[in-house]
């Protein structure tokens, strides 16, 4: 584990393709997103270890959105930690298995992003988990950390929200945003059934006051207020 503020980790992969994060506060432990699968809970318990903590030790789960890339190893951890698990309303049905995620219209796409959306509508969905707190706009989770706050950013999925942690000044922001060779950009269109939430969901996270950035996929971003800012100016409509 990196420590990249007092309270938050970084679980980082190779190239940032696929980030965790785990916020500590005292011995309360808390882990943000459940990555592809059941060989990902034991890379997290090796990296706990590395604490002196296991994955039976994990105290709350902290579920950004419903894809398969966040939600895979769910299912699994669930089998090995007691961990209370929260999750926007809307994914959470997703996650329970009472509803289907949901992709872009095809109609909307141009080549590229319609040969994504054709493989990613043929993946199988994760493995039906818990969710034991629905969760929305503006909740506070103070139990987790003194302040933390939900913060709704649709768009990528219905249901998706970011972290706040204010006394870091840092946001775990899931796939709101990606980071690759040093920039910001969209998510993937094809996975994100409303553009216009997407853009409006970026510029949320550009009036928030965000130090730091910690993305799922790309490298956590520093000093990253004028850069977000900069960004959401950049959008078109
Ligand atoms: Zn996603
Ligand atoms: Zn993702």
Not at 44 to 71: C, E, F, N, Y
């Amino acid at each position: 584990m990196q420590q990249l503020s007092n309270h938050v980790y970084g679980i980082l992969t190779k190239f940032n393709l696929l980030n965790q994060y785990v916020i500590v506060n005292g011995d309360t432990l808390t882990v943000v997103d459940m990555m592809l699968g059941a060989s990902d809970v034991d890379h997290l318990d090796k990296q706990l270890r590395t604490s002196g903590w296991t994955v039976a030790d994990v105290d709350h789960m902290l579920i950004t959105h419903a894809h398969p890339d966040h939600i895979g190893g769910l299912n699994a951890f669930q089998s090995r930690s007691n961990a209370t698990t929260y999750a926007h309303r809307i994914d959470a049905q997703i996650i329970r298995g009472e509803a289907d995620g949901v992709l872009a219209d095809p109609d909307e796409l141009g080549w590229f992003n319609r040969m994504i959306y054709n493989m990613a509508k043929n993946n199988e969905p994760a493995a039906p988990s818990r969710v034991d707190v629905n969760l929305g706009d503006g909740d506070k989770l103070d139990t987790i950390l003194e302040g933390l706050e939900v913060i709704h950013l649709p768009g990528h999925s219905h249901g998706q929200v970011g972290y706040y942690v204010p006394q870091d000044k840092l946001l775990i922001g899931g796939d709101v945003m990606m980071r690759f060779a040093g920039s910001l950009r969209t998510p993937l269109r094809s996975v994100s059934p409303d553009w216009t939430a997407v853009k409006q969901s970026i510029r949320r996270v550009a009036q928030l006051d965000v130090e730091i950035l910690c993305l799922a996929h790309g490298k956590p971003l520093y000093r990253a207020n004028p850069i977000i800012r900069a960004y959401a100016d950049r959008l078109t409509p």
